[in-house]
């Protein structure tokens, strides 16, 4: 059985804390920051797919799903955080290895979200 504790109050840590203690062996645990919430997935993509209606990119037009690539690509070489490209397991071409959007904090969220809306502003966007 899977529990899912937010650690907002008291109450919320002990109930977190009985169900360490009474968890069977091999169980584990895990404490990490909330990731992001629907209304924030909801927004990503709201923005996202108006900017992939709006813009072209090299050429082309370009579906959401690669503009959210590109996008976040981009703000997290702006935070400094890594980004690989890695030759393709086939052999053709190469792959961009990066962190997922659906494994961001909430606060890092909110922060993908200004970095598109400001990038936007800057494509003279009214997203």
Known sequence: MKKY???AHDVARSNAKIAVSEAPEGYAVEIKPITRS????AKLHALITDIAKA????GAKRDVE????????AWLRARG???EMLPALDG???DIVFR????LSVNEMIELIEYIQ??????DLSV
């Open 5 to 7: 504790f937010i650690l």
């Open 92 to 94: 053709h071409g190469v």
């Open 100 to 103: 997922r959007t659906s494994e």
């Open 55 to 58: 813009l072209e990119w090299a």
């Open 118 to 123: 400001a990038w936007a502003i800057d494509k």
């Open 66 to 73: 690669t503009w959210k690539r590109l996008l976040t690509a």
């Open 38 to 41: 629907l209304a924030q997935n």
């Open 81 to 83: 955080e890594p980004i």
